[in-house]
């Protein structure tokens, strides 16, 4: 089993910036993706970015250039950068492992 624990989450007006963490313990060498999904409140969950276990990175169209993936397998840590928020962006953020673990969720808040 694979434990995901995220961190960061709050209330920012539009335009601040928040970074996520999200910290993985347990079956460690089965980790290759890990991913950040958001899920607003009556919509269904979405991809918001992807990063190998070699630091590659995928982007959600909507993010356009305003996050940052990025990983220190070293700490097993997978952090998302968000500047620039708007207030579509808010929801529960969710890190996600391997395509099949998941953590419970920060929210992000973003305040017009």
């Known amino acids: 089993q694979v434990q995901l624990e995220e961190s960061g989450g709050g209330l920012v007006q539009a335009g601040g910036s928040l970074r996520l963490s999200c910290a993985a313990s347990?079956?460690?060498?089965?980790?290759?993706?890990m991913a950040w999904y958001r899920q607003a409140p009556g919509r269904q969950r979405e991809l918001v970015a992807r990063i190998t276990h070699g630091g590659s990175p995928t982007y959600a169209g909507f993010v356009k250039g305003r996050f940052t993936i990025s990983r220190d397998n070293a700490k097993n840590t997978v952090y998302l950068q968000m500047n620039s928020l708007k207030p579509e962006d808010t929801g529960v953020y969710f890190c996600a492992a391997a395509g099949k673990y998941w953590g419970q969720g920060t929210q992000v808040t973003v305040s017009s």
């Open positions: 347990g079956l460690l060498y089965s980790i290759n993706n």
